[in-house]
């Protein structure tokens, strides 16, 4: 290989190699053949000219945490965004940050000027990954989802074009970044956004249920649902109904509010009228709430997750089978749980056609997952989730294209919807040799498929 093309380039012979390829989630054990780091829009161009002319299937890395690891792969060139952490706020209050910026880099950036931001709750997540699969976080039904505030992005082709898109350039490809998923349309080196007005408190909400009965966790998931369709906009919470090795089964729900403690007091009162329910109300800058959501989140983790779109009708029997799911772990989970994400406000406010993210109309998105430690029990988990997936699919509408499973049938369908056509041509326009692919890419009948791993 070419040393020139890039200040560091990692091989497999190289010392580093080994942690250079792990990513966030550690039951995925991928080895790629190469991993670029590009420090600018040059050596992302050279990165994928190189890439295009070895007719290499290219994945691009920023923060690694892809549930089924689609940044990286056997035998695959990575092109890591990382290096690029630039982070610039201008007098219009747009913000453009690097391909390589993390959510808690972004937020501390913003912290000066007291800006809240709508992106994710994980500190680690890149924002660029995120973004690109529409961006689910605690501000999303004030905010909209972090593409939503997105106004122009800088990607590199599968030509190595460096192309600016925004509503009045590219706009076809600048609809796809919009909820179209990381990774299929070359390597975006930058992302500009529209700041909101700056905000000096939030009410940092955190409800817990500790070793609940049946009867509570049906009585959340009712309050649940209920208070998706109704509940206020200024906050956006999330939440786990779990079952855990170390605390039983029990029940969290967290966000922050954007308003006064009593405020938020009387947005959660249905699910503080359930038995049991602990609650804490800190009133924190935007920053500190950010970072008490990042405190919960470790380096890395072994786990597989399905995250799908549902609508607020189920019945109370679907909701027990629904529960029921999580009874039992798989051998060797320390942890499993159905995990709830409000949607709503903000994010129903744009039609699901205006940007490539689809599925705004949900009321929630629903995941089932399991945690595990040790690597010998990877297939027994996976055979767990396995045999749930179905009984979730068949209750909901669409999947999450930031939570990806990768055993989900007719999977452009499930993570677009309607966008779906319209992606496939802006897929073959800016990526006519299907460069830029990896399980589940957008794919088009003409254009060249997976090379074997
Ligand atoms: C612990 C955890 C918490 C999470 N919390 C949230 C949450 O609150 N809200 C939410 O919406 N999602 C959440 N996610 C999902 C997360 O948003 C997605 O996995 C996101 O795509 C990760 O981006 P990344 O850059 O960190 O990961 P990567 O794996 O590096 O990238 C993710 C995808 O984007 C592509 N990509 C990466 N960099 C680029 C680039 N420069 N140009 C083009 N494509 C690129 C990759 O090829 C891949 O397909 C969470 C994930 C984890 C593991």
């Known amino acids: 290989m070419n040393t020139d093309l890039c200040s560091r380039i990692i091989l497999p012979y190289c010392p580093s190699y080994e942690s250079a390829r792990q990513i966030f989630n550690r039951s995925i054990q991928k080895c790629p053949s190469s991993i670029i780091y590009c420090r600018n829009d040059d050596e992302a161009a050279r990165a994928v000219c190189y890439g295009a002319r070895q007719k290499q299937e290219i994945r691009v890395r920023s923060g690694g945490h892809n549930y089924e690891g689609y940044c990286i792969g056997n035998g695959k060139m990575t092109v890591d965004t990382s290096p690029l952490k630039g982070i610039q706020l201008d007098s219009t209050g747009t913000l453009k940050i690097g391909g390589g910026v993390s959510n808690r880099e972004l937020y501390h950036f913003l912290k000066q000027y007291g800006y809240p931001f709508p992106s994710g709750t994980c500190p680690t997540v890149n924002a660029v990954g995120l973004t690109q699969g529409g961006g689910w976080g605690h501000s999303s039904r004030m905010y909209g989802l972090a593409c939503d505030s997105l106004v122009e992005a800088e990607l590199i ?8 898109a925004s509503e009045a350039s590219h706009p076809d490809l600048f609809w796809a970044l919009r909820g179209g998923g990381g990774g299929n349309f070359g390597v975006v080196t930058s992302l500009s956004y529209r700041l909101t007005p700056v905000v000096s408190h939030v009410t940092y ?9 049946d009867l509570t966790a049906l009585q959340f998931f009712q309050t649940w649902q209920a208070w998706t369709t109704g509940g206020e906009i200024r906050f956006t919470p999330n939440s786990r109904i779990f079952n855990s090795a170390r605390d039983g089964m029990g029940i969290f729900l967290r966000g922050f509010f954007y308003g006064t403690p009593d405020e938020a007091e009387a947005a959660v009162q249905p699910f503080l009228d359930i038995y049991g329910a602990e609650v804490s109300f800190r009133y924190v800058t935007f ?5 008490i959501d990042a405190s919960i989140y470790p380096a890395s983790e072994t786990f597989q997750f399905a995250g799908r779109f ?3 009708d189920f019945s109370d029997s679907q909701i027990i089978s629904l529960l029921s799911l999580i009874k039992t772990r798989a051998r060797g989970a320390s942890y499993a749980s159905v995990a709830l994400y409000a949607m709503g406000g903000k994010v129903r406010a744009v039609n699901p056609c205006e940007t490539a993210f689809y599925y705004r109309n949900s009321d929630f998105i629903i995941g089932i997952e399991t945690v595990w430690e040790d690597c010998f029990f ?4 996976q055979a767990w989730m396995a045999a749930r997936f179905p009984y979730l699919h068949s209750l909901t509408t669409g999947s999450y294209i930031n939570f990806p499973y990768l ?4 999977y452009m369908d499930a993570y677009y919807g309607e966008n779906k056509e319209r992606l496939v041509e802006i897929k073959k326009r800016y990526d006519p040799c299907n460069l830029f692919r990896f399980p589940q890419s957008i794919r088009a009948d003409q254009l060249p498929g997976l090379l074997p791993e």
Not at 205 to 213: A, F, G, Q, T, W
Not at 287 to 291: K, N, S
């Open 407 to 410: 055993y989900t049938d007719h």
């Open 310 to 312: 549902a609508y607020a």
């Open 287 to 291: 920053w500190e709430a950010t970072e």
């Open 157 to 164: 082709d599968a030509s190595g074009r460096l192309i600016t």
């Open 378 to 381: 990877e297939a027994e988990n």
């Open 205 to 213: 909400v955190d409800i817990e249920y500790s070793r609940i009965d």
